[in-house]
Nanobody, 122 residues
Framework: QVQLVESGGGLVQAGGSLRLSCAAS????????MGWFRQAPGKEREFVAVINGSGGYTYYADSVKGRFTISRDNAKNTVFLQMNSLKPEDTAVYYCAGSTVVVYTPKRYDYWGQGTQVTVSS
């Protein structure tokens, strides 16, 4: 069983930045692709970004491309989401998730964190 714990959420003004972190409790962290998802009130959970186990492949939703960067530190079992130029529509609970394959849909992920709130004020 892999446990994921997110941190770094908060309240920020539009145009600002936040860096989310997700720490994993597994010695085989590099075997997992890691994804970030978000869910706004009344909406379905949506894909944000994914990174493969080595960190050599990343993919982003069009809505965040060019503003968000996903990265990982396998020595520290941690994945990051750097969010720049934040917009009010980025407001959501952000979740990290782990999968043994690189996928983009929530149902294909095996492990989930508890989520961290990101609120962007206009």
């Amino acid at each position: 069983q892999v446990q994921l714990v997110e941190s770094g959420g908060g309240l920020v003004q539009a145009g600002g930045s936040l860096r989310l972190s997700c720490a994993a409790s597994t010695r085989t962290f590099r075997n997992y692709a890691m994804g970030w998802f978000r869910q706004a009130p009344g909406k379905e959970r949506e894909f944000v970004a994914v990174i493969n186990g080595s960190g050599g492949y990343t993919y982003y939703a069009d809505s965040v491309k060019g503003r968000f960067t996903i990265s990982r530190d396998n020595a520290k079992n941690t994945v990051f989401l750097q969010m720049n130029s934040l917009k009010p529509e980025d407001t959501a609970v952000y979740y990290c998730a782990g999968s043994t394959v690189v996928v983009y849909t929530p149902k294909r992920y095996d492990y989930w964190g508890q989520g961290t709130q990101v609120t962007v004020s206009s």
